[in-house]
């Protein structure tokens, strides 16, 4: 960890699924826990499945960061093995659990832990309050409590954890106010770390949480945003940590997303120029709503929330109900006076920081997509940066941008983000099928490629975006235009790959049916 650079070389290796080619990237880091799973998914099979790896041959090939390596000519094939060994584990497991859990119920009382839970609290508050405690302190108490809290909610806590079906009550706050320093280590960034922050190029897959926070941190102070702004740093600590603990943990849009979205708007406004540009109000609430945009996503789009007539969907009368939910969770944890970031700011200037910031949120809804690009069209060969209609669509075309702006890293960075996205396509697709419920077939797991996926989005979606801020910033184009041109090229290559692998499997069929005849 600490390194922003891509300074690995990470291994290929080529599949055999269904009868198409699948590539396989994976960094020498990756333990075989992680390159099982990715093999498994890889490979339509479910992760926790036993499998083994063999080449055409037939020999079984390790699963480790050293293994082998092959070509599109020389297909590896992952067979799922037998799972009578692996089901008798499980039993043995399940009931090793159940004893202790049933001797855990009899140790440990709900009432009983409850009013301990209450009586601590109430303790440890008037600690901190009247007298003090020091940080080491608070730390070993909160520690303490918060298992007590996790006990609590896995024995029965009032909030139903449900991916896409929403519960709100009047004092549903997700987030715990917290008056101690938070808890998240300390990490000192490099030089070396500070330089690549700011450009696209940067590694997001090479950071644990903490030392994401840190950066995200560094990136208000370096732009001047807490002196500006006369943010609290510990609020900011706060807010920050509090919009970490409300990003799910779904396999695309996850805190990682939220960090890696913010991170390219940092770069961005370096590559740019754009603090000699815009103002520190442009630049906070363009690194807020990058921060806030997918505040506790579900993992299911609108297209979902509507068709399934979620309470999301209904609550925002099926207009961006997903978008409008980031926006609301923003503000609620805003609204807490410990992670509010803004308390200093005048009121007249919040209204209009949080006014943009909404306007920002809603912009990243891709129904939207082609009527606010078309807008920057009409303004940017005329661009003027004291007119601020144009500089509110410009600040929507950058937030759009950074959203879906994976393909301008490089492609060991950004290919393992097309397998998170269509994981949680296909989740939504197996559930919407079990619904009865229109699928797109984009998100369909028998009908999608990841090259077929990412062809007509970079090519229809991506590179006309893209090059039409390049007419205003032409300064993009090396580092971004021209990646998502090599990506386009990339996955087109991949196509036809797997379409003469399609074709040679057709006639392979064709000839063995032929020789059936005539036999």
């Not at 037939?58 to 082998?68: E, L, R």
């Not at 449900?162 to 490099?190: A, M």
Request: glycine share 4%; net charge negative.
């Amino acid at each position: 960890m600490g390194s922003g650079s891509s300074s690995y070389a990470p291994r290929t290796i080529y599949l055999d699924v269904d009868g198409k080619v699948q590539k396989v990237v994976f960094s020498r880091h990756c333990s075989p826990c992680d390159i099982k799973e990715l093999l498994c998914s890889s490979s339509n099979i479910p992760r926790n499945t036993a499998i083994v790896v063999v080449d055409p041959e037939g020999a079984m090939v390790s699963i480790d960061p050293t293994m082998p390596t092959n070509s599109p000519n020389s297909l590896y094939k992952v067979i799922p093995q037998s799972t009578g060994q692996l089901g008798e584990k499980e039993d043995m497991l399940q009931n090793v659990l159940s004893q202790v859990a049933e001797q855990f119920s009899r140790a440990f009382q709900i009432t009983e832990l409850k009013t301990e839970v209450t009586g601590k609290l109430a303790m440890l508050e008037r600690r901190v309050e009247l007298e003090g405690l020091k940080v080491v302190e608070i730390e070993k108490c909160k520690n303490d409590l918060r298992k007590l809290r996790d006990e609590i909610t896995s024995r029965g806590g009032s909030r139903v954890n449900c991916q896409c079906k929403y519960s709100f009550t009047d004092d549903g706050k997700k987030v715990t106010p917290r008056r101690d320093v938070p808890s998240y280590p300390k990490y000192t960034l490099s030089q070396e770390t500070i330089e690549a922050l700011k450009k696209p190029t940067f590694d997001v897959w090479h950071w644990e949480h903490n030392e994401m926070l840190s950066c995200l941190e560094y990136m208000y102070h370096d732009l001047g945003l807490v002196r500006e702004f006369n943010m609290n740093p510990i609020t900011l600590k706060r807010w920050l940590l509090a919009i970490q603990e409300n990003y799910r943990n779904n396999p695309f849009h996850n805190f990682r997303h939220c960090f890696c979205v913010s991170q390219m708007m940092y770069g961005v406004i370096h590559l740019c120029n754009l603090l000699d540009k815009l103002t520190f109000t442009d630049m906070v609430i363009l690194m807020t709503a990058a921060i806030c945009h997918d505040l506790d996503h579900p993992g299911y789009n609108n297209t979902y929330q509507i068709n399934a007539r979620t309470e999301l969907a209904v609550r925002y009368n099926d207009i961006s109900p997903l978008e409008n939910h980031h926006c609301a969770v923003a503000f609620q944890i805003l609204s807490l006076p410990e992670c509010n970031i803004f308390a200093n700011v005048d009121p007249d200037a919040f209204k209009r920081i949080r006014l943009e910031i909404i306007t920002l949120i809603l912009a990243t809804d891709m129904a939207k997509h082609g009527e606010i690009l078309e807008s920057f069209k009409q303004n940017v060969d005329n661009f003027d940066f004291t007119n601020t209609e144009h500089v509110a669509c410009l600040r929507m075309v950058l937030i759009k941008c950074c959203d879906i702006s994976n393909e301008v890293r490089p492609t060991e960075v950004a290919e393992p983000w097309v397998d998170c996205l269509l994981e949680e396509y296909f989740m939504q697709s197996d559930r919407e099928k079990s619904e009865g419920l229109p699928v797109a077939p984009f998100m369909d797991r028998d009908k999608v490629t990841k090259p077929t996926a990412q062809i007509g989005f970079i090519k229809f979606v991506l590179i006309p975006m893209f090059e039409t801020v390049m007419r205003l910033f032409p300064q993009i184009e090396e580092l971004m235009v021209q990646p998502l041109r090599d990506s386009r090229d990339h996955y087109e290559e991949l196509k036809q790959l797997d379409d003469a692998m399609t074709e040679a499997q057709k006639k392979k069929t064709e000839t063995m049916s032929l020789g059936g005849k005539t036999a």
